[in-house]
């Protein structure tokens, strides 16, 4: 009841055209789902380990797929999750074979792969294909596992190109009217290696890299940038490379890294990028965040909070490598990279409220409403901050949890521009 009026006062009828038959193929497709036992042979590494058991419980659930966003436009396709548990009954392995449709970059092909061998270890995989501009080949891992479990250890190597991507100008007042598509091709890599001081506090030493290409999109109906900027206006628009040392100090009283319910987190980040290692130019990133968990009624209810600044100095920045709002981890009422300028101040508040818990096919999952508001601004500096160039998002979403790992979410936000609808995995934040 609280939903119907909230979609109709705010979502185009195009949108809620799709929208509408969602709950009821949902249902539909729950109900072909099916749990199944398959001996562990069948199952080779690193689908399976020892920890799970000779015959492995396999939990298949099909979905249909509906997503929209103020970038890439309207999405529908399908997917199979097959989730693969351990002896413990946790999900061990996450396999999602998906195939999409998208008016702007044709079929798509992708599969997603999360593997969780041994506690403090995963893996995730992603390859994703599609017949017009847009692929993602992304594998990336994580270990806490070493050293007494003091010592954390993150990797991440990709190789996309993203056709859906915008640029409106620089500063808080950039147009609407000034929208460019382009597509980011680009590789690289994202190192870091962190230990743990104390009980709360790490320090992490890390090194970034990417080259980017810029194309011209997949979104024809919007100008291509190139044919509205030029490189001394736009710096990095005939392509840029950065390489990037970086230092970070956190500390963190957080029950649980993917998914906390109780805790305070805190890091500060300075991040030089240098052409003596190969960037395009000289500068420099400082971020500071933070963030907290407050749980009542047995954590059903959670008040959730972050404020995050960021600033990057130097001449002859890359667009792309400047403080930026919108998209689904930000401003959750704008497309990706909506704002660009030398810094950005940004405040999310959300209310996460577990609705209750259900056993499908012998997985317990936590459903959840979030309502939520994103305030943010990009600006020269912080003192030069202006409160008429805050953006004020509202919106509305919801997750589904299977503990400890896996997070499902759509987030619904509303901005100046329209409305906004980003379907995902994991925490916004």
Not at 201 to 213: A, H, K, M, P, W
Request: charge should be neutral.
């Amino acid at each position: 009841m609280i939903l119907k009026p909230f979609m109709q006062n705010f979502l185009p009828s195009n949108t809620l055209k799709h929208i509408r038959p969602v709950a009821a193929l949902v249902c539909i497709w729950l109900l072909t789902g099916c749990t199944s036992h398959i001996p562990r042979g069948n199952l080779p590494f690193p689908l399976t380990s020892e920890n799970c058991e000779d015959m492995v419980k396999v939990v298949t659930v099909p979905l249909p797929v509906i997503a929209s966003s103020p970038n890439e436009g309207i999405t529908s396709g399908a997917l199979t999750a097959f989730l693969i548990h351990n002896k413990q009954d946790e999900i061990s392995t996450l396999l999602a074979p998906q195939v999409n449709y998208n008016a702007n970059f044709g079929i798509t092909a992708s599969l997603y792969g999360a593997f969780y061998p041994v506690p403090g270890r995963n893996i995730e995989l992603n390859m994703s294909q599609s017949s017009k501009v847009n692929h993602a080949y992304e594998i990336k891992g994580r270990d806490i596992s070493l050293m007494d479990k003091k010592l954390e250890l993150n990797a991440n190597a990709f190789k996309i190109s993203d056709g859906s991507s915008r640029f409106f100008g620089f500063n808080a007042n950039s147009s609407q009217q000034q929208e460019t598509n382009y597509a980011n091709d680009e590789i690289g890599y994202n190192i870091s290696a962190g230990y743990q001081i104390g009980k709360h506090f790490q320090i992490s030493l890390g090194s970034r890299f990417r080259d980017v290409e810029i194309r011209p999109g997949a979104v024809k109906k919007i100008p291509y940038i190139k044919n509205k900027f030029s490189a001394p206006d736009v710096p990095g628009i005939d392509g840029f490379t950065t390489h990037a040392p970086r230092i970070s100090i956190s500390y963190s009283t957080l029950n649980d890294r993917d998914t906390p319910t109780f805790g305070g987190y805190a890091r500060f980040t300075f991040e030089p990028t240098m052409q003596a290692l190969g960037g395009t130019a000289d500068y420099r990133r400082y971020e500071v965040e933070a963030k907290g968990f407050i749980p009542l009624d047995n954590a059903r209810y959670i008040s959730v909070f972050r404020l995050m600044y960021s600033q990057t100095l130097g001449k002859n920045v890359p667009f792309l490598e400047q403080s930026i709002l919108g998209g689904e981890t930000t401003l959750r009422g704008f497309g990706r990279n909506r704002f660009i300028d030398s810094s950005f101040f940004l405040l999310n508040l959300e209310q996460r409220i577990r609705l209750f818990r259900w056993e499908v096919f012998n997985v317990t999952a936590d459903w959840e409403v979030a309502p939520f508001i994103d305030m943010g601004a990009v600006m020269e500096a912080l003192d030069k901050a202006n409160g008429s160039n805050f953006e004020l998002n509202p919106g509305i979403g919801f997750r589904a949890i299977v503990r400890p790992n896996i997070v499902g979410r759509v987030d619904m936000g509303i901005g100046k521009d329209g409305p906004a609808i980003f379907v995902g995995l994991g925490y916004p934040f």
